[in-house]
């Protein structure tokens, strides 16, 4: 199969046809329905777009992109194509529009294959949150893939499509990439339009990717990345590709809290003390930085997001679009019927939540204490970044856990503890496959860089994988 852009993009110029590329990935997702990492194929619109490809190719019209094949997050908009943030409440949706970064790779001859699993409106870090049941982790049966873009990170992992979008509120796209060996790529808030991606929480979400090499994750990037007038939030900033004035010896900062916490898996914990002695050995500079708001963070950022949340998801009301329970009667029934019935445990949990830090009385006790608090968090790691190049940082404590392991909401919500950082701060951050544990799963380490540097980001990842 074709595991990487560079694979397909052979492939067609030795002659092979974009149809037959598609079919072959058809057939695989076929093959592995087991793993449920999709919920909708989009057979008939990838073989006529196959079609149209192919006689750009011969015409030697075609871009990129072309024969490589992307399955979407459940929460990415694609025109004329069914969404629903795999939730009750979108049931029989289909998008009017297509969103602004899949538009971009279209543009470039991409070829979108379908919907895939996901939590419930993002809310979630390991897939067991779906209205459709929960994704298997393809490295080990009965093992959750992270979340809350599982199937986007398991339908990478197991090459059913070549490249995957998925969304990053708190670590959405890194974990899972840690948990099934793939790189998950969250650029610099804003750097990605979010027109056309349902929204969680508006000032934490970004799309990201994933891929099975850094130089699929940086074309990707540097294709769909830059601003849209139709997402006020874009940064007009211009994205830098051609830099080639990189410094050779990285300054590489590491933030105690995370490489001595005492959640972090030993087989993690050696694998990174070895990697930072080969990072030394070669003539980077390291030096550990202290972040002691570590204990802050995974609050700070469940007040927030909840908060956005509760008001974001006001518009699934069961009158517009999507879900009405059939046994309301009246308008109040209409709306507190669709929505009990419509969401999920977890994402009403998320509503409530948030409904109670927004309500008068505690809005200025939860909600703006969260800004300052969030405020703080960015100062502080502004100031990292006058120092150093990068952050590294593990992107997980451990490995993924059977399915049904953890019950506990503050359990699941602790998954997300080195991810939710770059999500509070808005910098860009990537996990890149890192190891495979003595129990057979991989993990994976986290590089995070200051906003709008992604290029040093792919620069760092290229340093760190000539060790690795």
């Known amino acids: 199969m074709y595991r990487t852009i560079g694979d397909v993009q052979k492939a067609v110029l030795s002659g092979e046809s974009v149809l037959s590329i598609a079919q072959a990935y058809l057939k695989k997702i076929e093959e592995n329905a087991h793993l449920n990492a999709f919920l909708e194929v989009f057979t008939e619109s990838v073989i006529e777009n196959a079609k149209l490809v192919d006689e750009k190719v011969k015409a030697g019209t ?50 979108v294959i379908g919907r895939l699993n996901c939590d419930e409106f993002a809310m979630g870090s390991s897939n067991e949150n779906s ?27 197991a090459q059913l499509c070549t490249i995957t979008l998925g969304s990053d509120t708190g670590g959405s796209v890194r974990q899972p990439a840690s948990w099934t060996g793939t790189y998950g790529l969250k650029p610099t808030y804003g750097r990605m339009s979010r027109y056309g991606l349902i ?32 997402d ?18 990285l300054k590489i900062g590491l933030i ?8 972090l898996d030993p087989e993690v914990r050696e694998k990174l003390a070895e990697l930072i002695q080969k990072l030394k050995d070669a003539g980077h500079e390291i030096t550990e930085v202290s972040f002691p708001f570590m ?34 009667k009246g308008v109040e029934q209409t709306y507190i019927k669709s929505r009990t019935e419509g969401f999920g ?36 790691t502004d100031e990292f970044f006058q120092q150093v190049d990068l952050l590294l940082l593990p992107t997980t404590p451990g490995t993924a856990f059977e399915k049904n392991a953890v019950k506990d909401p503050i359990q699941m919500y602790l998954q997300d503890i080195f991810t939710v950082h770059a999500n509070l701060t808005g910098n860009p951050a990537i996990s890149v496959p890192f190891g495979v544990h003595s129990n057979g799963l991989p993990f994976g380490i986290q590089l995070m860089a200051d906003s709008f540097q992604e290029d040093l980001l792919f620069h760092g990842v290229k340093k760190l994988e000539e060790l690795l």
């Open 62 to 111: 075609a871009g990129p992109l072309a024969g490589v094949v992307v399955g979407i997050k459940d929460n990415i908009c694609y025109k004329n194509h069914r969404v629903s943030a795999s939730s009750k409440i979108l049931e029989g949706f289909t998008s009017l529009y297509t969103s602004t970064v899949l538009q971009r790779l279209i543009d470039q001859d991409a070829i």
């Open 131 to 157: 209205a459709f049941g929960s994704v298997e982790n393809n490295w080990k049966a009965n093992h959750v893939p992270g979340g809350s873009s599982g199937g986007s990170a398991v339908a990478a992992s």
């Open 199 to 230: 929204a969680y929480a508006s000032s934490f979400d970004q799309i990201g990717s994933f891929t099975n090499s850094a130089a699929d994750a940086q074309l990707i990037y540097e294709l769909s990345a830059g601003e849209d007038e139709m």
């Open 232 to 249: 006020a939030t874009t940064s007009s900033r211009e994205v830098k590709c051609e830099r080639t004035d990189f410094p050779q010896k």
């Open 256 to 263: 105690s809290e995370c490489v001595h916490h005492e959640g």
């Open 295 to 328: 204990d802050y963070m995974v609050p700070t950022y469940y007040v927030l997001t909840t908060a956005e949340a509760s008001s974001n998801l006001s518009r699934f009301d069961g009158v517009h679009f999507g879900y009405r329970s059939q046994e309301a």
């Open 345 to 380: 445990p977890e994402v009403k949990r998320r509503i409530m939540t948030g409904t109670f830090v927004l309500s008068h009385g505690y809005y200025d006790a939860y909600y703006t204490q969260g800004q300052k608090v969030r405020r703080v968090l960015k100062n502080r």
